[in-house]
């Protein structure tokens, strides 16, 4: 009895989960997104800029650390350029999953 109280337990979460992530996706979440992308964006900038690159500055030269820098902020401008210039909303151009399962295997690298 334990142990379908589990699986009916864990099957009823599961499945509200689902629902209301779908539900929040779709109206809240829809409007929401660009203002939350450009927060989380300014949220990073400010972690790597006034904690990161102040104590690699410390461990090897500034030039390096800026040079660094600037070369990785130009790569994911060109990154996010290249992505925009393939985007397709046809649902004919490059795979959808092949880009997420990509970027997904970069970011945990």
């Known amino acids: 009895m334990t142990l379908l109280s589990i699986i009916l337990a864990t099957l009823a979460g599961g499945v509200l989960s689902v629902l209301a992530a ?3 996706s779709l109206t809240v979440l829809a409007r929401l997104a660009p203002k939350l992308v450009s927060f ?12 990161l690159v102040p104590e690699a500055a410390q461990s090897m030269p500034v030039e390096k650390v800026g040079a660094t820098v600037v070369a990785g902020l130009a790569a994911f401008f060109l990154l996010e350029k290249f992505a925009l210039w393939r985007h397709d909303h046809g649902g004919h151009g490059h795979p959808t999953v092949a880009a997420v399962v ?3 295997g970069l970011h945990n690298f």
């Open 22 to 24: 779908g539900l929040l």
């Open 40 to 51: 989380a964006v300014g949220i990073l900038l400010a972690a790597a800029l006034l904690e």
């Open 102 to 104: 990509l970027g997904d």
